[in-house]
């Protein structure tokens, strides 16, 4: 078997174990084999606000990676610079069509539905509207970008999002629809094609060990 080339100084990933942001960097370092160093950052407790970790990223969001000096954070960037950076199980496809397809599923979830539910959001939502309109407006915009992801994917899936290799899509897909199946409780009737996906990802290692079930900061009672 191939051996993976490991960095001089190891990679360090700040992280918490329920963020989507991090499962999908989290795969990518499986996926290409790298060995890294687990840094968990309680959002919970609001730890992404402290001074040490705001220095890394301003905006108060995990996930960061440090490799050596270089220090990137926002899942998008650290996927690209992963990529360029150890080529090994490449994250994009070369046909152009397929990567463009790749980028806008990655920046369905990314842009259209993540910072939708996040943690800050909710919290709002929670204070200044009401406890009970956080679910319901989490699942309405899940649901939105669930139905045009199952739009786009139709024409292109495989086995996998853009077809019988794993790349950039399958990992946004694979962090959005764990959350959005354990955490959010969403009605996945609708999205055949999402379920079948999720299906494929839950067999692969490399995806299962980044869930946020499996992480070292993961509460021992928590069941996602
Ligand atoms: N675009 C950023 C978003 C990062 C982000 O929203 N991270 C969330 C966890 S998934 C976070 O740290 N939230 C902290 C908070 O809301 O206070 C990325 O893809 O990394």
């Known amino acids: 078997m191939a051996t993976v080339e490991e960095p001089k100084n190891k990679l360090k990933l700040y992280s918490y174990w329920r963020s989507s942001c991090s499962c999908r960097v989290r795969i990518a370092l499986n996926l290409k084999g790298l060995s890294y160093e687990y840094i968990p950052v309680n959002l919970v407790k609001g730890e992404q606000f402290n001074p040490e970790f705001l220095k890394l990223n301003p905006l108060g969001y995990v996930p960061v990676l440090v490799d050596g000096d270089v220090v990137v954070s926002d899942s998008f960037a650290i996927l690209m610079y992963l990529d360029e950076k150890y080529p090994q199980h490449p994250l994009l496809p070369r046909d152009l069509h397929k990567k463009a397809i790749n980028y806008q599923a990655a920046n369905i979830v990314s842009s259209s ?112």
């Not at 962090?175 to 409780?185: C, E």
Request: charged share 20%; with cysteine; net charge negative.
């Open 113 to 224: 539905i993540q910072p939708l539910q996040n943690l800050a959001v909710l919290k709002f939502i929670e204070e200044k509207v009401s406890p009970d309109e956080k679910l319901p407006w989490v699942q309405c915009h899940i649901r939105n970008g669930f139905a045009a992801l199952e739009k786009l994917l139709k024409d292109h899936a495989g086995r996998y999002a853009t077809g019988d290799e794993i790349f950039l899509a399958d990992l946004f897909l694979a962090a959005q629809l764990h959350a959005a199946i354990k955490r959010f409780n969403v009605d996945m009737t609708p999205f055949p094609l999402l379920s079948r996906l999720h299906e494929a990802y839950n067999e692969l290692p490399a995806f299962q060990n980044g869930m946020p079930e499996n992480q070292p900061d993961t509460p021992s009672s928590s069941t996602t």
